[in-house]
């Protein structure tokens, strides 16, 4: 006898998985396995976790940061004992390791070189809403956009300004939310100087791209930028790193005294009207910032 319910039966049919609600459940047991934080939240439909209160990146946001070093194992030591990093298995083939501990996904690279990214040095990817879009705007401006290519998290697009300086684009999944404009823990970025060269000509290029104002730094040819996340400033002329990233510590004296004892050089920790921070140098001649905010 036939199956009376038969005629109710539908065609099974695969839904498309949501790229958001991957990139939130592996964060989540990446942090739990390193930090021990609750998993079960992360197990959530996605439904209800892209209904909270959420704000998105704005275009220009970094998305995440690499630092580009000639041995990778030599950075996970030094930056793990320094800044407390711990590392996860590498996102890509090729020599970086993901630091796994961040508010924002950063990680070292001592793999192929980027473009107009130095060796020491920092590679920055950036949220775009539409990466297509955004890229046909890095080319109209004089930079170069590679085509969109798909990686683990996203669509990504490698580009260098109208200076040569390199960085990247990433049309990231929806659900993403925007990072805290200081950072949140001790080893986040708390703040980014660029050095492009000339800043008026930088000025025009990214306020052109991702639409973000200027007013004048408190040192001469100095820019600070207003609109992206982390807080960013430019500083023009030639001789600095193309790009310097300040790190969130909660003793500047401590983390001082690991950098020194690790082959680096710091500088003696001086009051700021925002805190106490130092200028210092890795044990590969990476220069960087440690702030106690």
Same mark, same amino acid.
């Given at each position: ?36 934080d609750?998993?079960?939240?992360a ?6 976790t892209?209904?909270? #209160? ?6 220009g946001?970094i ?6 070093v000639?041995?990778?194992d ?5 930056y ?10 590498p ?9 796994? #501990?961040?508010?924002l ?7 192929e ?12 990817v ?18 170069t956009?590679s085509e969109p ?5 996203g ?9 040569? #300086?390199?960085?990247?684009?990433l ?20 703040y ?8 008026q ?6 306020g052109?791209?991702f639409?973000?104002?200027?007013r ?16 960013t400033g ?7 790193? #193309?790009?310097m990233?300040?790190y ?14 690790l ?6 920790p ?5 805190g106490?921070?130092?200028d ?14």
């Amino acid at each position: 006898m036939a199956d009376p319910l038969e005629a109710l039966r539908r065609p099974i049919v695969p839904l498309d998985p949501d790229p958001s609600f991957t990139i939130r459940l592996r964060s989540h047991l990446e942090r739990a396995l390193v930090e021990g934080d609750e998993v079960m939240p992360a197990l959530e439909s996605p439904s209800r976790t892209e209904s909270t #209160n959420v704000t998105p990146p704005a275009d220009g946001d970094i998305a995440f940061f690499s630092l580009h070093v000639p041995s990778a194992d030599r950075a996970r030591a030094f930056y793990g004992e320094v800044l407390g990093w711990r590392f996860g298995d590498p996102m890509e083939p090729g020599g970086y390791d993901r630091i796994v #501990n961040l508010s924002l996904p950063g990680g070292v690279w001592d793999g192929e070189g980027v473009p107009g990214v130095p060796n020491p040095g920092v590679h920055l990817v950036r949220h775009v809403a539409d990466l297509a879009a955004s890229s046909a705007k890095v080319r109209a401006l004089g930079g170069t956009a590679s085509e969109p290519e798909v990686t683990p998290y996203g669509s990504r697009a490698r580009c260098t300004d109208d200076q040569g #300086n390199g960085f990247a684009l990433l049309q990231h999944p929806p659900g993403v939310a925007q990072s805290a404009q200081n950072g949140e823990r001790p080893g986040d970025l708390a703040y980014i100087t660029i050095a492009p060269g000339d800043e008026q000509l930088a000025a025009t290029f990214y306020g052109g791209l991702f639409g973000w104002q200027f007013r004048p730094g408190s040192v001469e040819h100095a820019l600070q930028v207003e609109g992206p996340t982390p807080q960013t400033g430019m500083w023009g002329g030639t001789g600095r790193p #193309n790009v310097m990233l300040m790190y969130r510590v909660d003793d500047v004296a401590v983390a001082v005294a690991k950098v020194r004892a690790l082959g680096g050089e710091a500088t003696d920790p001086a009051q700021m009207p925002y805190g106490v921070t130092s200028d210092c140098v890795d044990d590969q001649g990476m220069a960087f910032y440690l702030g106690q905010l």
